[in-house]
């Protein structure tokens, strides 16, 4: 048994923890912030808060809102050297997975020389250190769902080659984090679903990561278990801030899961399905690869499934691990039926039967690093047969 800890990110979690940006030590006297290309931050006024409270710091800034559901590595590029030339010294992600994603890549593009696909291991990307470190971030989040409030990790695509590879070190970790749930009650409810599903695979897949330790265990069980219990009153009823605040720390704790454990390569799969096919969100990638990928690892790991099938509230007791293990797909269907994302099908999003191969190539090409962590090594055929079995 041995394990690293370190997660460096100051984290303040609760309703209304947004609030102590006026107070917080910042660690600059210039953000660039970056949001997402719609209209949530501005309209749902959280824009309007964070410069508010910014400005009640002495602190300035300036807003990059071009980024993407899928980010894209242009929009790094292009960020980073908007904060060049603008002086600032730190980079602030308010809203989603998406926007603090990329405000991780653009805080390595401020202070290192090049290409981002130059850092980037996997792939095209050239694997380089990141020798200049990064100028530090801070993550507002809006939604619950990737936890990379906690993490180092940063998601972008390479558009042109359809490259879509998570990336991260020991700088990319933000130095503050805050998890307000009441900046998530305006999440709609198919996003919603769509997050937390996401957190919930995080934890999944961390824990039946090959590096999983003690620790994550414990983190990875106790998040499956507050989305399964949480995120059917959290999607019904997105003002209901009790289940909004639960399904937050289940997200939180995800991230931290995936800082000391890893994902798998179901999310190397869902990568490549939306590298090629952008309007597919995330999680829902995840939810229609899910009933497939999970049915083939049941056996390669009875004893995991059958603590996250606990975890989630099925009934085990008395059953031996293999037939615990199959408790666990039932408890995922019936979660994604309270959720209401059950029917959802790849070729509603465009995808075709054909394309499979080239998508079963694109995650060894990708994203091959997470086919190491899984608990059985799959070769290309299984992993083409596990998206054909998926493919609705």
Not at 156 to 179: A, R, W
Not at 352 to 360: G, S, V
Not at 363 to 375: V, W
Request: aromatic share 8%; proline share 5%; hydrophobic share 40%.
């Amino acid at each position: 048994m041995s394990f690293t800890y370190h997660i460096p990110t100051r984290i303040l979690f609760g309703a209304g923890t947004l609030n102590a940006l006026e107070t917080e030590n910042l660690p600059g006297k210039k953000a660039l912030i970056v949001i997402s290309a719609g209209k949530s931050m501005r309209k749902n006024g959280y824009l309007d808060r964070v410069t508010s409270l910014l400005t009640k710091q002495g602190v300035s800034y300036v807003v990059f809102d071009k980024i993407l559901p899928n980010p894209i590595k242009a929009h790094v590029m292009e960020a980073a050297d908007l904060a060049r030339k603008e002086g600032c010294d730190f980079i602030i992600g308010l809203g989603g997975g998406s926007s603090i994603d990329s405000a991780k890549s653009i805080a390595v593009m401020v202070k290192n020389p090049g290409d981002y696909w130059d850092y980037v291991g996997g792939g095209t990307g050239k694997g380089l250190p990141t020798t200049n470190g990064a100028l530090p971030v801070v993550a507002i989040t809006t939604t619950a769902g990737t936890g990379t409030e906690a993490d180092p990790w940063t998601v972008i695509t390479q558009e042109e080659t359809h490259e879509k590879i998570g990336f991260g070190n020991i700088h990319t970790f933000p130095v503050l984090s805050i998890v307000d749930p009441e900046l998530m009650l305006t999440v709609p409810p198919e996003l919603t679903a769509y997050q937390g599903f996401d957190a919930f695979f995080h934890s999944v897949e961390g824990y039946l990561a090959t590096i999983a330790t003690p620790v994550s265990d414990v983190m990875a069980l106790k998040s499956i278990e507050l989305v399964a219990k949480y995120l059917p009153d959290a999607v019904k009823d997105g003002s209901n801030v009790e289940a909004r605040t639960q399904v937050a720390l289940a997200n939180t704790l995800a991230g931290m899961v995936e800082s000391i454990s890893s994902c798998t390569s179901e999310h190397s799969m869902e990568h490549a399905l939306s590298a090629y096919h952008p309007e597919i969100a995330h999680g829902a990638g995840l939810i229609m690869l899910s009933e497939a990928y999970h049915s083939f690892f049941l056996d390669k790991a009875p004893e995991r499934y059958f603590d996250m099938a606990r975890a989630m509230g099925e009934t085990v007791d008395g059953l031996k691990p293999a037939d615990g293990a199959k408790a666990f797909v039932k408890g995922l269907l019936k979660l994604q039926k309270a959720c209401n994302v059950d029917n959802l099908k790849m070729s509603a999003f465009g995808v075709k039967l054909d394309e499979i191969p080239t998508l079963a190539e694109n995650t060894r090409h990708a994203m091959a690093g997470l086919f190491k962590m899984d608990p059985y090594t799959l070769s290309l055929d299984e992993t083409e047969q596990i998206i054909k079995a998926a493919y609705k």
